[in-house]
T-cell receptor
Framework: GDSVTQMEGPVTLSEEAFLTINCTYTATGYPSLFWYVQYPGEGLQLLLKATKADDKGSNKGFEATYRKETTSFHLEKGSVQVSDSAVYFC???????????????FGQGTILTVHP | KAGVTQTPRYLIKTRGQQVTLSCSPI?????VSWYQQTPGQGLQFLFE???????NKGNFPGRFSGRQFSNSRSEMNVSTLELGDSALYLC?????????????FGPGTRLLVL
């Protein structure tokens, strides 16, 4: 079945540092890939997405490129802020029917803490 | 456009009771998915509804059920609550149009079973 693996956390950085959170996946076919962010006490917010190989998703300074050859979708940001402190989830979904309907498969989440 | 709303936001129940959670999707969205989030198991898919039909179901016992109404609002029910059902329950909606299946999440309902 599908699976998503994220780098072990937590990740602690100083403000303005470079961020990378690794994400690799196992799936058949051509899934769509997502990064979601969860702030304390809240639900998930879509951060960015990519729907086909070599697509780059970007939002709020965050970027991730869909690499089919390495089955990866690593999240990067050039300069993190204290307000980026949150839990980040990598996820995939298939666009086909059957057992993929409406189902996101998530990684375990990576806690990011940014200090001033 | 209003986002996904979930009610109630917090619930405390005791073992053996049942609970019903509600989810209102983004206007125009016809698909609603439900997830359970726990520290130990992470985010796990419960089920998905589209046009009042359950089209997909995760690996949860039959105590977990749901339904969708004609206005796309959805409810999930958990009967005979167990301590392990304590979790954040999230619903998400999507358009279900074309191949862009982005899901948008609500704030969740936090359930505590005592």
């Amino acid at each position: 079945g599908d699976s998503v693996t994220q780098m072990e956390g937590p990740v602690t950085l100083s403000e303005e540092a470079f961020l990378t959170i690794n994400c690799t996946y196992t799936a058949t076919g051509y899934p769509s890939l997502f990064w979601y962010v969860q702030y304390p006490g809240e639900g998930l917010q879509l951060l960015l997405k990519a729907t086909k190989a070599d697509d780059k998703g970007s939002n709020k300074g965050f970027e991730a490129t869909y690499r089919k050859e390495t089955t990866s979708f690593h999240l990067e940001k050039g300069s993190v802020q204290v307000s980026d402190s949150a839990v980040y989830f990598c996820a995939l979904t298939h666009n086909a029917g059957g057992t993929s309907y409406g189902k996101l498969t998530f990684g375990q989440g990576t806690i990011l803490t940014v200090h001033p | 456009k209003a986002g996904v709303t979930q009610t109630p936001r917090y619930l405390i129940k005791t073992r053996g009771q049942q609970v019903t959670l509600s989810c209102s999707p983004i206007s125009g969205h016809r698909s609603v998915s439900w997830y359970q989030q726990t520290p130990g198991q992470g985010l796990q898919f419960l089920f998905e509804y589209f046009s009042e039909t359950q089209r997909n179901k995760g690996n949860f016992p039959g105590r977990f059920s749901g339904r969708q109404f004609s206005n796309s609002r959805s409810e999930m029910n958990v009967s005979t609550l167990e301590l392990g059902d304590s979790a954040l329950y999230l619903c998400a909606s999507s358009l279900r149009r074309g191949i862009q299946e982005t899901q948008y999440f609500g704030p969740g309902t936090r359930l505590l079973v005592l």
